[in-house]
């Protein structure tokens, strides 16, 4: 019998493309969040009233990013998937920020703006300029939207494209390599 795998434990990569693996769907009323020792998605919180999830948010795994989770990412796609779902995409921007962390300390939290290599209505969107600018403006909405009445204090630094956003999977992964955790 084959070896059932954590989600956290997936190739980043497959043919050419970044797994993500999708933690709270498109339309999610509240933040979910794999948690590995469980092996199962975990209740977070529930988003404020009037904010849900546009996009399917989720993680890519094999990383650890400057918060000590997974590189987040956001996937878009026309249609909602389901929690631990994994989707083969195409990495085209990056959106910066940081935020108090748990010890009080400001780390970056870099979310990854991903086209779904299934939706080949996207299939134009090769880099942040190709992601209008309105909804650019409405992800860091949606973003401080939700973080809103946490004790957070989100910052967004600004975007970077596809470049940038792989070569924070590649510092992502190193990152897990190196530490004692990992």
């Known amino acids: 019998m084959a070896r059932a795998h954590r989600l956290d434990e997936l190739a980043t990569f497959s043919n050419g493309s ?24 975990t209740l977070v919180r529930p988003l404020p009233h009037g904010i849900v999830f546009p996009f399917d948010f989720g993680f890519v795994p094999q990383t650890r990013a400057d918060d000590g989770d997974p590189l987040d990412a956001v996937v878009l796609l026309d249609a909602p998937t389901f929690p631990g779902v994994v989707i083969p995409t195409r990495v085209v921007a990056v959106l910066r920020a940081s935020q108090r962390g748990s010890r009080g300390r400001r780390v ?75």
């Open 18 to 41: 970044v797994n993500v693996v999708v933690e709270s769907p498109r339309g999610a009323l509240a933040k979910l969040k794999y948690d590995p020792d469980l092996g199962a998605m």
């Open 108 to 182: 970056r939290n870099d979310r990854l703006v991903c086209i779904a290599d299934a939706d080949a209505g996207k299939a134009d969107i090769a880099d942040v300029d190709g992601l209008p600018a309105r909804f650019r403006e409405e992800l860091e909405g949606f973003f401080a939207a939700a973080v809103a009445l946490e004790d957070k204090e989100l910052e967004l630094l600004g975007w970077g494209g596809a470049e940038e956003a792989y070569a924070a999977i590649d510092e992502a992964r190193v990152r897990l390599r190196k530490s004692p955790a990992a």
